[in-house]
């Protein structure tokens, strides 16, 4: 799954949305979309209390025949009003004319989200970079009192929020990675004002293992079957994968570098990547080193993807080894203690424990924990996009959103690595589904 200037927001009172039709007073941001601001209470058991802003930009279709259709963006921490124009070209010329687009900075996100400078520098957007312990001291230090008031359930009440701002019955959403379990939260939580989901490259509903064991053990078959992709692979890429791991080459640094790689705007099918690898085993790290620098998430700023709302929100909504126990550091050996190194392959259990969500959630203050409803099927028409080379969402992940799903269908998308409506192949399976 992936931002405030905090308590700057937390002085306003909570007042009523303007995110609708366009009106007087409202801002033509960009043509053909209109631009308003959500207003939420930062605790729904206190909307009196302290509150946030949300950029909101919609388009100016308000009578589009189907209705509205929300994107999400993942991270968490991506905003998404800044990245309508990008997002935009991901949806099928078809889709946009049947459909109103709209856009919401999750909380925490965007221009007036959290910002935590020294965490931003260090490890920026990462799901796997190691970080430094005083930046996350300090980020939590900034964010104060309200740090667990960002965690997804409070997202959904927020969509739910814009739903009705927006005076429509239902949404269709359409979420990626992060944005994806977004959406399936929502649909859990209100399935009646739901049309239907889009969930590309899934994080599932249920959560996953923050020591990241199903991913690790995952990438051996991607790096295998993007071997197969090209003719020009002679090398083993899983086991020069290990051998870099077990010869000091970080196994974060490289978990972070293969997922970002595995994005489609940034290598697509991850042809090279086996070629990098072997040389690098080899003694020429050049292009290792390149590659690093290319897909690193460092320095990445707060309003393009905000590091304190990640933590912020995967601390409040996964369930780590010492969930409930008052010792962490004594939970978490122990739950090192029974990882089977076969099962981490080609990583290993150093990388398990030393990567950003355990050693970031680690030290996080314990806050309010995330709460789902009971009901795990989802009920509203689904369509699940996965790529085959995808090295941030386990294939696995998606084939058990589909097991608990109503009404869902599965398309896999060969070659396609995270984020498939990136790929043409995508977006078209996405036009079929939503228009028929």
Same mark, same amino acid.
Not at 3 to 32: H, M
Not at 128 to 154: H, K, M, N, S, W
């Given at each position: *799954? ?33 631009? =308003? ?59 946009? +004319? ?14 007036? %989200? ?27 230090? +900034? ?28 949404? =269709? ?5 992060? %944005? ?23 994080? #599932? ?15 051996? $078959? ?32 490289? *978990? $972070?570098?293969? /997922? ?58 996964? +369930? ?19 990882? @089977? ?25 314990? %806050?309010?924990?995330?709460?789902? #409803?009971?009901?795990? $099927? ?8 996965? %790529?085959?080379? @995808? ?27 995270? /984020?498939?409506? +990136? ?14």
């Amino acid at each position: *799954m992936r931002t405030i200037r905090l308590l700057c927001a937390l002085a306003l009172a909570c007042t009523a949305c303007s995110a609708r039709a366009p009106a007087p007073g409202d801002s033509p941001c960009t043509q053909g979309f209109t631009c =308003t601001t959500l207003h939420v209470p930062l605790d729904r058991q206190r909307p009196d209390g302290p509150s946030l802003d949300l950029s909101v930009i919609a388009a100016d279709n308000v009578d589009a025949p189907r209705g509205a259709l929300l994107l999400l963006t993942g991270g968490p921490g991506q905003p998404g009003v800044p990245l309508l124009r990008n997002l935009q070209r991901n949806v099928h010329p078809d889709v946009l +004319r049947e459909y109103r687009l709209v856009m919401l900075d999750q909380r925490g996100t965007g221009s007036n %989200g959290i910002n935590c400078p020294a965490l931003q520098k260090t490890v920026g957007g990462s799901d796997f970079l190691t970080p430094p312990a005083e930046a996350v001291d300090e980020c939590a230090q +900034r964010i104060g009192p309200g740090l667990g008031y960002y965690g997804t359930p409070d997202t959904v009440e927020d969509i739910e929020q814009l739903r009705q701002s927006l005076k429509v019955d239902r949404l =269709t959403l359409d979420g990626t990675s992060y %944005g994806s379990f977004t959406a399936a939260q929502y649909g859990l939580k209100y399935p009646d004002h739901v049309q239907a989901l889009v969930l590309d490259s899934v994080v #599932p509903h249920k959560g996953f293992d923050p020591l990241g064991v199903d991913l690790m053990a995952a990438s051996g $078959e991607v790096l295998k079957a993007t071997c197969r992709q090209d003719v020009a692979c002679t090398t083993d890429p899983v086991e020069d994968l290990a051998w870099l791991v077990q010869n000091g080459v970080s196994g974060t640094d490289l *978990m $972070e570098t293969l /997922s970002v790689a595995s994005l489609n705007s940034v290598n697509p099918s991850l042809k090279g990547i086996p070629a990098i690898l072997h040389a690098a085993r080899n003694g020429d790290d050049a292009g290792l080193k390149q590659l690093f620098y290319k897909t690193t998430s460092k320095g990445l700023t707060y309003d393009t993807l905000s590091a304190g709302l990640h933590m912020a929100t995967l601390c409040s909504d996964l +369930r780590f080894p010492w969930s409930g126990k008052p010792d962490r550091k004594a939970a978490l050996d122990d739950a090192v203690r029974r990882l @089977d190194p076969k099962k981490l392959y080609p990583y290993d259990v150093a990388t398990a424990r030393n990567q950003l969500m355990i050693q970031g959630c680690l030290r996080w203050p314990a %806050g309010r924990v995330s709460t789902y #409803p009971p009901g795990q $099927e989802l009920l509203p028409r689904t369509l699940i996009l996965h %790529g085959t080379n @995808d090295l941030f969402c386990p294939l696995d992940w998606a084939r058990w959103e589909e097991a608990h799903a109503r009404d869902a269908k599965l398309v896999v998308v060969p070659g396609s690595g995270h /984020s498939v409506q +990136r790929d043409p192949r995508g977006q078209e399976e996405v036009r079929e589904f939503l228009l028929h």
